[in-house]
């Protein structure tokens, strides 16, 4: 079945360091990959995505490369900020199970001013 | 558009109540799944609703149910309350591929 490995946390990092995630996944299908975040006592927000291989999904500074060679979708920010203190879960969807998410355990991240 | 509403966003039962939790999807949106958030499971999925039709159930025992009505609006019930159901509950519609999460419901069982 669809899997995502994410690597543990916590993460702490001081103000404008650079922040990566590792994720990597297993699924039988061609899935579409996820980043969402989780600020304190609020759901899930999607912050970027890819749906083929090499795509580049980014937002607000986050980027993630669809590497279909590695199975890896790594989540990169150049310099973090203390309001990206966050919970991050890497997921997939596939088509062939209905897009049903497959979530990573999530990597409790915090940034120090 | 309005975003996924959950309610009620807090809820505290005792073993062996039962419970129904609420969502509002997102204008259009007819998908809609749950999932249980814990410390210890994670996010794990419980079912999808698409057209007032469950198309996909995840590993929950039977206590865990829920329906989908024709405006597209689901609920989820637990039964017989547990310690371990407590967990945020999180409802997600879907267009296409992507899901948008509601703010979940907190349930708290003593």
């Known amino acids: 079945g669809d899997s995502v490995t994410q690597m543990e946390g916590p993460v702490t990092l001081s103000e404008e360091a650079f922040l990566t995630i590792n994720c990597t996944y297993t699924?039988?299908?061609?899935?579409?990959l996820f980043w969402y975040v989780q600020y304190p006592g609020e759901g899930l927000q999607l912050l970027l995505k890819a749906t083929k291989a090499d795509d580049k999904g980014s937002n607000k500074g986050f980027e993630a490369t669809y590497r279909k060679e590695t199975t890896s979708f790594h989540l990169e920010k150049g310099s973090v900020q203390v309001s990206d203190s966050a919970v991050y879960f890497c997921?997939?969807?596939?088509?062939?199970?209905?897009?049903?998410?497959?979530f990573g355990a999530g990597t409790t991240v915090t940034v120090r001013a | 558009k309005a975003g996924v509403t959950q309610t009620p966003r807090y809820l505290i039962k005792t073993r062996g109540q039962q419970v129904t939790l609420s969502c509002s999807p997102i204008?259009?949106?007819?998908?809609v799944s749950w999932y249980q958030q814990t410390p210890g499971q994670g996010l794990q999925f419980l079912f999808e609703?698409?057209?007032?039709?469950?198309?996909n159930k995840g590993n929950f025992p039977g206590r865990f149910s829920g329906r989908q009505f024709s405006n597209s609006r689901s609920e989820m019930n637990v039964s017989t309350l547990e310690l371990g159901d407590s967990a945020l509950y999180l409802c997600?519609?879907?267009?296409?591929?992507?899901?948008?999460f509601g703010p979940g419901t907190r349930l708290t069982v003593l």
């Open positions: 997600a519609t879907r267009m296409a591929d992507e899901q948008f």
């Open positions: 609703y698409f057209s007032e039709t469950q198309r």
């Open positions: 997921a997939l969807s596939d088509r062939s199970n209905d897009y049903k998410l497959s």
């Open positions: 699924a039988t299908g061609y899935p579409s």
């Open positions: 204008s259009g949106h007819r998908s």
